[in-house]
């Protein structure tokens, strides 16, 4: 059938609004699409240095010049050392309202009769209104359990988002695990050989909170 020429243009017309209105809906779910990335990309956190699980990582506890008369004598003239954990990271939103990390350390030390035997620890650290720029955080094991149950061999770190999607996570190790992600590995956790401990604590609970305080942000 052949059209007149004002029904050529209506079908003209309506074939390019249609493709038009196609393109802007193509268009419109490609930018929604990349909102979530490109806001990723703006509010970057990044793991920047993490400490080697070994001897390097063992600190004495510091030792404070205060003017304060003893009623008794101390116990211990031996100075004790920590297990301490610093991780360097930054963040480029000009504000991120929380973070939170998560720590897991694996320790291995021997039983009485001699055999290898492993710790497990874990423990969770919550940061709020964290500026950007470089910044610290810090986990630690106090002197008597690694006089105990060993010192570390085994380090991760994630770092959870206020969405609690993982935005960083690392590891560092001196022994070979079965799977890279060792303190997700079931192999790993539940072997008899591994036991699970209380310990790993935040460094406001330490020692050292003091020391350079400006480096970390407020702990909720």
Not at 23 to 50: C, D, F, G, T, Y
Not at 51 to 78: L, Y
Not at 132 to 146: E, F, L, N, R, T
Request: net charge neutral; with cysteine; proline share 6%.
């Amino acid at each position: 059938m052949k059209l007149t020429k004002p029904a050529y243009r209506r079908v003209i017309f309506c074939f390019t609004l249609t493709l038009f209105l196609i393109v802007s809906e193509a268009s419109a779910q490609l930018r929604r699409a990349a909102a979530p990335a490109a806001r990723k990309e703006e509010n970057r956190i990044k793991i920047e240095r993490m400490p080697p699980p070994n001897k390097t990582a063992m600190v004495r506890t510091p030792e404070f010049d205060v003017q304060v008369q003893n009623t008794m004598r101390r116990v211990s003239r031996k100075p004790r050392e920590w297990a301490l954990f610093e991780v360097k990271y930054s963040t480029s939103a000009e504000w991120t309202d929380e973070l939170s990390f998560n720590y897991y350390v694996m320790t291995k030390g021997v039983d009485r009769e001699g055999n290898e035997v492993f710790n497990f620890y874990t423990t969770t650290v919550r940061y709020i209104d964290i500026p950007k720029g470089d910044h610290m955080s810090c986990v630690a094991i106090a002197p008597s359990q690694i006089e105990r149950y060993g010192e570390p061999v085994a380090l991760a770190l994630e770092i959870i988002d206020k969405e609690g999607e993982i935005a960083d996570m690392n590891s560092e190790t001196t022994i070979k695990f079965p799977s890279e992600e060792w303190w997700k590995d079931s192999t790993v956790l539940d072997s008899p050989k591994v036991k699970r401990r209380e310990g790993l604590v935040d460094r406001s609970k330490t020692p050292f909170a003091l020391i350079n305080i400006d480096d970390y942000e407020v702990v909720q």
